[in-house]
């Protein structure tokens, strides 16, 4: 059996096509078939796995397109008679050869004939033929629609797995012996029928087959649970613990986080922040594996290899998806904060000289990024790392605030002059991030912030008959005289994905802002109230003094004496690109951000709104009737509530219809009315 396994075809040539399926698989994992044969199998897929594990009992000849059914059961020795058969029928059966069972049948290895289900099924804890892979979420043809979805719609806002070796692995049907791999195409796809239900609506209702699932939550639930059967009992304490692990646990985070479960939530992002530790890709030096069993050096924490031996060098796919998956929790722990919600398990602390934070991503694109070696990015091309950078970049610009209440507490009077001064240069830093942004990902005057046209037709959804013109390619599938351009253009896709991240990246410099004022006139009322209390204002010298002074340049670059003034009139500059924003959403942008962009906005509005008249300003006045209007459309275009998770009742697609049209309505009467230029 050894042999016939170890004869594969030689390495591709360097001009063929190169990528490494993800490794998963531990080294006593069954291997599978060679690419080319491999391809031959898959469309006979689901004919295989209803094939019965023992044949009919009639003979057929054997004929040329059964080759390779042949050639399987050359090798297989003969089935001793049954006790309870005798005689001539007896003998006939025990001379039979013995079919191999699915499992062992897809990938082409001799089965264990000491059981029903083959050694190499029960290697990878198959009870039955048919189950544990990936049919077990749905079919193939919505399954490879949706995996489609994902790199279209959520892999430019969590950029992992690498998309052509997940794609390989996927082709070489990885999932059938491959646990990990199994649970990590779960959690993708239950991350992306969370953030996005409306595709795979479209998705069964082009394939004639809504009856498949009720509603969205219930595949949601079916993929919850076909990823926590393939990861099995344990898990965390596999040898091979890998990054894939780490994926997979945001993923499943993000779905109990979009699906209101916010215990599932927390846990889940705590687990994948844990591994991405315990595997040492949280730190700049080093870029190797930390041993999971590895303990401290004897000598101490000062010794250089306090972490344990660090032999595993790392390829760059997984050096390069190791930093992606840091950054990515690194933004959406600082999107909790921001929304109130600030959980122990999940903070990072600040950058400091001892433990800086990994670098950045490599800005090109998955194509560019092979396990020895990285490629440039094509000329003329911006990557979607490019935007992904942005974004983080965005929550980056107030480390020093983070850094300021990580030492002395959240509104903490401790030395108000220079607190002010940090809170300052904050805002500047982050107002100053989008000043080089690449013009593909840049809102221009005049058009709408994500890039597009001002018409007011562009905006309806196709099911009010507005015009569509490509702009909404899922809908696209409702009409079978009019594919989806994204299959058939690259550059449609591209297009998409620069809007998915411009939404992203505006709303996050939007809350960003908002939340360094709002920091700052929260500080200043402690400070005020300090005063009246004390009559004396605030002064803490010394050692407190040097620790602020620390976090601002070394040079002044305004005078401080006018910061009141500059948080008033950058709040008025907040409404005025709230307004914008709100006057541009449409669901093609919004959906793929799913409730990470909701929740920002809504919080926003709600801070603006709550402000004490005395500190509002002309425009703010002005604009108060249509945030109100706005923010209760928002809360009400929720597509998930607690009181809707039961996942046999059908999903409410015209009431999410008319909260959009409700929402157009005021669009169209905010513009009427002059938009913001209308503004005093």
């Not at 690109?577 to 669901?587: E, F, R, W």
Request: glycine share 6%.
């Amino acid at each position: 059996m050894n042999a016939q396994m170890s004869h594969y075809p030689p390495p591709p040539q360097p001009d063929q096509q190169h990528y490494n399926p993800l490794q998963y698989a531990g080294p006593q994992a069954p291997q599978l078939l060679a690419p080319s044969q491999q391809a031959q199998q898959i469309p006979d897929f689901h004919q295989q796995l209803q094939q019965a594990v023992y044949p009919k009992p009639e003979h057929t000849p054997a004929e040329p397109s059964h080759a390779d059914h042949v050639e399987q059961r050359i090798d297989q020795p003969l089935l001793p008679p049954a006790p309870s058969s005798a005689g001539q029928d007896g003998n006939q059966k025990g001379n039979r050869l013995r079919k191999a069972c699915d499992s062992c049948s897809i990938r082409k290895v001799k089965c264990d004939e000491s059981d029903r289900v083959g050694g190499a099924a029960l290697l990878i804890d198959m009870p039955k033929p048919s189950k544990g892979v990936a049919e077990s979420i749905c079919d193939t043809t919505l399954l490879e629609l949706l995996i489609q979805d994902f790199f279209t719609y959520i892999h430019p806002l969590c950029p992992f797995p690498h998309e052509p070796s997940f794609r390989e692995s996927f082709r070489q049907r990885e999932d059938y012996n491959n646990r990990p791999f199994l649970a990590l195409l779960a959690s993708m796809i239950g991350a992306l029928v969370a953030s996005f239900p409306r595709r795979p609506r479209l998705h069964l209702k082009a394939l004639g087959k809504e009856n498949l699932f009720p509603n969205h939550m219930s595949l949601v639930l079916r993929c919850q649970k076909v990823a926590a059967a393939a990861r099995g009992a344990g898990y965390l304490e596999r040898d091979d613990l890998n990054i894939y692990d780490a994926a997979t646990s945001y993923f499943l985070g993000l779905t109990g986080v979009y699906t209101y479960r916010w215990r599932q939530g927390r846990l889940y992002f705590g687990e994948c922040l844990t591994i991405i530790r315990a595997l040492g890709l949280h730190k700049a030096k080093e870029h190797k594996y930390t041993p999971l069993g590895s303990l401290p050096a004897a000598l101490g924490p000062h010794e250089s290899n306090y972490d344990g031996p660090r032999d595993g060098g790392l390829d760059h796919i997984t050096l390069e998806i190791g930093r992606r998956i840091f950054w990515t929790m690194f933004v959406s722990s600082r999107s909790m904060e921001q929304l109130g919600a600030s959980f122990g398990e999940l903070v990072i602390p600040p950058p400091t000289s001892s433990e800086p934070y990994p670098p950045l991503p490599v800005e090109v694109d998955d194509f560019c990024v092979y396990s020895t070696h990285i490629e440039q990015q094509p000329p003329g091309i911006v990557s979607v790392m490019t935007g992904f950078n942005f974004n983080v970049r965005v929550f980056c610009s107030y480390n020093p605030l983070s850094t300021m209440e990580m030492a002395w507490g959240i509104d903490a009077i401790v030395d108000w002059e220079r607190q002010k001064k940090v809170l300052d240069q904050c805002l500047r830093s982050c107002k100053r991030v989008l000043d080089d942004i690449p013009q593909d990902l840049r809102v221009w005057p005049g058009v709408g912030p994500f890039g597009q046209s001002s018409r007011n037709d562009n905006w309806y959804p196709q099911q009010f008959g507005g015009y569509v013109g490509g702009r909404d390619p899922a809908a696209a599938l409702m009409n079978p005289m009019n594919p989806s351009e994204l299959d058939n253009s690259p550059e449609e896709r591209r297009r998409l994905q620069y809007e998915i991240q411009k939404a992203n990246i505006y709303a996050s410099h939007l809350s960003t802002r908002s939340y360094i004022v709002e920091k700052y006139w929260n500080l200043c009322e402690a400070h005020n109230r300090m005063k009246s209390q004390t009559n004396s204002a605030a002064n803490s010298p010394g050692i407190t003094a040097a620790g602020l002074d620390g976090m601002l340049p070394s040079q002044a670059t305004s005078n401080y004496d006018l910061t009141e003034r500059e948080m008033f009139d950058e709040r008025e500059s907040i409404v005025k690109d709230l307004l914008v924003v709100l006057g541009s959403i449409n669901q093609v942008n919004m959906e793929p951000n799913a409730d990470s962009f909701t929740m920002k906005i809504r919080s926003i509005a709600s801070t603006l709104l709550d402000v004490p008249k005395t500190r509002k300003g002309q425009v703010a006045l002005q604009t108060e009737q249509y945030l109100a209007a706005f923010l209760d459309i928002l809360m009400r275009l929720e597509r998930v509530s607690p009181a809707s998770m039961n996942p046999e009742q059908p999903d409410d697609e015209d009431g999410g219809l008319r909260h959009w049209a409700d929402l157009r309505e005021y669009q169209m009467k905010f513009t009427q009315q002059g938009g913001v230029l209308g503004l005093s």
